[in-house]
Nanobody, 123 residues
Framework: QVQLVESGGGLVQPGGSLRLSCAAS????????MNWYRQAPGKQRELVAS???????NYVDSVKGRFTISRGNAKNTVYLQMNSLKPEDTAVYYC?????????????????WGQGTQVTVSS
């Protein structure tokens, strides 16, 4: 079964750091078009960070200079390093990626979502 599994959320004080992980399980060929979203209570889901398969990254203005999206050396894991966290960063964070895998020798591509991980920034 191909899926994305998230981890790394938790409770942290303002100014602290967390590192979120999103690992693709199953025999995938590649993980690309990687994104991190977040959704705060009562608000719509927003795109926080993204990375193309070529390594180009983009961030929402509110997290620039504080968050970093990266890919693991194994190429099946996406990370979101979050530094200088603020209370307004509190949300459920979701990873999203296009996964490529082989089905009967043919390359297939499908978008997947992680299950979400809670990040709470509070003193």
């Amino acid at each position: 079964q191909v899926q994305l599994v998230e981890s790394g959320g938790g409770l942290v004080q303002p100014g602290g750091s967390l590192r979120l992980s999103c690992a693709a399980s199953g025999s995938i060929v590649s993980l690309n078009a990687m994104n991190w979203y977040r959704q705060a209570p009562g608000k719509q889901r927003e795109l926080v960070a993204s990375m193309t398969s070529g390594g180009s990254t983009n961030y929402v203005d509110s997290v620039k200079g504080r968050f970093t999206i990266s890919r693991g050396n194994a190429k099946n894991t996406v990370y979101l390093q979050m530094n200088s966290l603020k209370p307004e960063d509190t949300a459920v964070y979701y990873c999203n990626a296009q996964l490529q895998f082989l089905i009967l020798g043919r390359l297939e591509t499908q978008g997947y979502w992680g299950q979400g991980t809670q990040v709470t920034v509070s003193s």
